[in-house]
């Protein structure tokens, strides 16, 4: 969190439980619980503390790279269109350029106003609508400071792959299955983790050929994709683990296309909770090295870009071993 804010006592902070209900969505929410003018929601749980705690976690100083290149997946995902990169020769000087570009089309941090809850608005009870240049709940204040802190892979895919799993179905990843990961690999989610879940879907997803991504591509909103279970539950058990981000390398973070009678994972966790979601994370060379050492946990450092009333954002983003 930035550095003149107020440090937060994640500890003091309500259960789940004890969070207030918005009964018209079956779900509670933590509007006003890290002040009314919030702009960070869980973020506000990496305080100097967690970041000293982060930077020990380094031991070899190696840098694996935890985004892809800005042009995957190929073709863009969820009728977004590929962009145009064109370059102009000033003088001795280059110049490039960006057109038809999708922050959220790659790997990337879903903002707080990607999502509204209805008529109650977005997280907080901000209801206008977003806008060029409108600072309320923008991208660029995640990037004052970055997204930096104790990164803990769970491996789900690995986990679940003696059952019998295609991450390129639909599949619900539930809380359960987080707790029971979590439990297999020895690892302990601590207050401020920035919580990465491989799924497997990118491994999958880069086996296929042009013509079957272009049919996942073709699948827009009914696109199939193993992922975090929507319900309540999964809700509640990150919220109480006080993570300060859910990242995941599949496309929506959440399963999809998902049951409407269970709910929108977005709406639980992003909007109502203040809980960022980061999608599309390359968690593939990673994992290997974690696997190797029998160690899950790294200092994980992302730094949106500072777009002033920006929904979304490469997430620019890097593991430090």
């Avoid at 003149?4 to 994640?10: G, K, L, R, T, Y």
């Avoid at 000033?90 to 490039?96: F, H, K, N, Y």
Wanted: hydrophobic letters at 40%; charged letters at 20%; glycine letters at 8%.
């Amino acid at each position: 969190m930035p550095a003149d804010s107020a440090p937060v006592n994640s500890d003091a902070l309500p259960r789940y439980s004890d969070l207030p209900r918005m009964e018209d969505v079956a779900a509670n929410h933590a509007w006003g619980v890290f002040g009314t003018d919030d702009e960070l929601g869980t973020l506000n749980h990496i305080d100097a503390a967690a970041v000293r705690c982060a930077t020990s976690l380094v031991r070899t100083g190696e840098r694996v790279g935890l985004s892809l290149p800005l042009d995957q997946p190929d073709p863009p995902l969820f009728r977004r269109e590929p962009f145009q990169h064109t370059m102009r020769n000033v003088g001795s000087m280059w110049d490039d350029r960006l057109d038809s570009f999708f922050p959220q089309g790659s790997t990337q941090w879903d903002g707080f106003r990607h999502h509204r809850v209805r008529q109650h608005g977005f997280y907080g009870g901000v209801v206008d609508d977003p806008s060029a240049g409108n600072d309320r709940l923008s991208i660029h204040h995640w990037a004052r400071a970055g997204i930096l802190g104790r990164g803990v892979l769970l491996d789900v895919a690995a986990y679940l792959a003696p059952a019998g799993y295609d991450p390129l179905t639909e599949r619900s990843i539930t809380a359960d299955d987080l707790k029971a990961t979590a439990e297999a690999q020895g690892v302990e989610i601590r207050s401020g983790d920035i919580l990465c879940v491989r799924t497997g879907w990118l491994e999958a997803y880069r086996t296929l050929s042009y013509s079957d991504r272009a049919a996942i591509s073709a699948q827009r909103s009914g696109l199939e994709s193993t992922g975090l279970a929507a319900d309540e539950a999964t809700a509640e058990l990150l919220w109480n683990w006080r993570i300060s981000a859910v990242s995941v390398d599949n496309p929506a973070v959440e399963v999809t296309p998902g049951d409407p009678a269970t709910g929108s994972l977005h709406r639980r966790l992003l909007a109502l909770l203040g809980i960022p979601l980061g999608e599309l994370f390359d968690f593939e060379q990673v994992t290997s090295r974690l696997r190797a050492r029998q160690n899950w946990e790294f200092l994980f450092v992302s730094v949106p870009l500072s777009l002033v009333g920006g929904l979304g954002s490469p997430a620019n983003a890097v593991a430090v071993l």
